[in-house]
């Protein structure tokens, strides 16, 4: 008998302990949603290295890792942040709410990000932290009036 309340054990457990594990994971129609947004919204093209001058054609492993070049406008020179650190620090909540307080003084396109729902939201943070952390950090923000020693391009005034 009692090896039988074991047995019953292990499987009322198993199921737990698996959903468990799981939740711990997007959902692949969640990550594929990331992915979607992430393509549609062009974030690829200032936060991927070389994408751009590549026409697109970046192993997915290489996307989100910021770098150069550095945007310099009226605001100074901005680098693209490297996502995929950026959200390895996040929890999600602090990617929402640093998402709708995008500032408007950068060459990021602020008018679009902001106005994604909170399932988009939910859905490109899943992507990125799909992808996992690679990369190093974004090079410091100069400020105006600085000439960056990078490869830059002149950008101008957003939006």
């Known amino acids: 008998m009692r090896k039988q309340k074991s047995e019953w054990f292990f499987l009322l457990l198993c199921p737990l302990l698996l959903g468990s594990c799981i939740a711990g994971f997007p959902r692949s129609t969640e990550v594929e949603r990331g992915r979607y947004v992430i393509e549609i919204m062009g974030c690829n093209d200032c936060h991927t290295p070389d994408y751009m001058a590549r026409g697109g054609d970046v192993p997915e492993d290489e996307w989100l890792t910021g770098g150069l070049p550095g945007f310099h406008g009226s605001w100074g020179t901005a680098y693209p942040t490297n996502l995929r650190l ?3 620090e996040l929890s ?3 990617w929402i709410s640093l998402s709708k307080q995008m500032r ?3 060459p990021m396109a602020w008018v679009m990000l902001p106005k994604l729902d909170d399932n988009d939201l939910a859905a490109v943070y899943s992507f990125v932290r799909f992808l996992g952390p690679r990369g190093e950090p974004a090079r ?3 400020p105006a009036g600085v ?3 990078t490869d830059y391009l002149n950008f101008p005034d957003p939006h």
């Open 147 to 149: 000439t960056p020693d």
């Open 104 to 106: 408007q003084d950068s």
């Open 92 to 94: 999600l909540e602090g």
């Open 86 to 88: 950026l959200m390895d």
């Open 140 to 142: 410091p923000r100069l």
